[in-house]
C-alpha cells in the first residue's frame, strides 16, 4: 500500500517534476520533447510556479519522490492551433488551463490523478477570477480519453473536425462555499 501527499512543488521538486513529464511526453505521446507543445517543461519554474495565478502541484510517495504533476495556468487555448471559437470561449485570464496531469505507470490506477486534479481546482476556487477550467488531451494515451470524461465534458472533438489527435474538455466549476449572513 503507498501513501501519497501532494503538495505545491518547491524549488527541491522541479528537477522530478521535468522527469516525470518528459518520461510521459516519450513513453505515453510517444512524440518526444516538441519545444513547440512541450517549452514549458524545461523551465516550470517561469511556466507555474513563478506566476500568480498559476501553479505546480506533485505527488510523493514515501520516500519523497516525486511520482505524480499537475499543474495549472492562466492561459487558454491560443488560436492558431486551435479552433479559433474554442480560443473565444476559454479566454486568457478568465481560464484555469489545466496541464501536465502525469502519474507514472507504476502508481496508476490509486486515484493520484483524480486527487491533482482536485487539489488544483481547489486553488482556482480559492483564486476567484476564473470563469472556467479547460484542458485538452491526447486520447490515444491508454485511459485519458476516459479519465476526462469523467470529470468533464469534451467540447471538441478535432479527431470528428480536423482529424488532429485531441479533444478539448471543460470541467465544472469548483462550487465555493459562501459566507453564512445572519441577520
Same mark, same amino acid.
Given at each position: 500500500?503507498h501513501?501519497?501527499?501532494?503538495?505545491?512543488?518547491?524549488?527541491?521538486?522541479?528537477?522530478?517534476?521535468?522527469? =516525470?513529464?518528459?518520461?510521459?511526453?516519450y513513453r505515453?505521446?510517444?512524440t518526444? %520533447?516538441?519545444?513547440?507543445?512541450?517549452?514549458?517543461?524545461?523551465?516550470?519554474? +517561469?511556466? %507555474?510556479?513563478?506566476? =500568480?495565478?498559476?501553479?505546480?502541484? =506533485?505527488?510523493?510517495?514515501?520516500?519523497?519522490?516525486? =511520482?505524480?504533476?499537475?499543474?495549472?495556468?492562466?492561459?487558454?487555448?491560443?488560436h492558431?492551433?486551435?479552433?479559433?471559437?474554442?480560443?473565444?470561449?476559454y479566454? +486568457?485570464?478568465?481560464?484555469?488551463q489545466?496541464?501536465r496531469?502525469?502519474?507514472?505507470?507504476?502508481?496508476?490506477?490509486?486515484?493520484?490523478?483524480?486527487r491533482?486534479?482536485?487539489?488544483?481546482?481547489?486553488?482556482?476556487?480559492?483564486?476567484?477570477? %476564473?470563469?472556467?477550467? %479547460?484542458?485538452?488531451?491526447d486520447?490515444?494515451?491508454?485511459?485519458?480519453?476516459?479519465?476526462?470524461?469523467?470529470?468533464?465534458?469534451a467540447?471538441?472533438?478535432?479527431?470528428?473536425?480536423?482529424g488532429?489527435?485531441?479533444?478539448?474538455?471543460?470541467?465544472?466549476?469548483?462550487?465555493?462555499?459562501?459566507?453564512?449572513?445572519?441577520?
Open positions: 500500500m501513501e501519497y501527499s501532494i503538495r505545491v512543488a518547491g524549488p527541491d521538486d522541479l528537477d522530478s517534476a521535468r522527469a =516525470v513529464m518528459l518520461d510521459t511526453v505515453d505521446f510517444g518526444g %520533447y516538441v519545444p513547440r507543445w512541450h517549452g514549458d517543461i524545461i523551465d516550470l519554474h +517561469s511556466a %507555474y510556479v513563478a506566476p =500568480v495565478r498559476h501553479a505546480l502541484l =506533485v505527488a510523493v510517495d514515501e520516500r519523497d519522490e516525486v =511520482v505524480a504533476t499537475g499543474a495549472l495556468d492562466s492561459r487558454g487555448p491560443a492558431p492551433p486551435n479552433p479559433r471559437w474554442l480560443a473565444e470561449r479566454p +486568457s485570464g478568465e481560464t484555469a489545466l496541464r496531469i502525469y502519474v507514472r505507470s507504476e502508481h496508476r490506477r490509486r486515484g493520484l490523478a483524480r491533482m486534479v482536485a487539489a488544483l481546482l481547489d486553488f482556482v476556487a480559492a483564486d476567484g477570477g %476564473y470563469r472556467c477550467v %479547460y484542458l485538452h488531451t486520447p490515444a494515451v491508454p485511459g485519458a480519453e476516459d479519465f476526462w470524461r469523467s470529470q468533464g465534458v467540447v471538441c472533438d478535432e479527431r470528428e473536425e480536423s488532429q489527435r485531441v479533444v478539448h474538455f471543460e470541467i465544472p466549476m469548483p462550487v465555493t462555499s459562501s459566507p453564512v449572513v445572519v441577520m
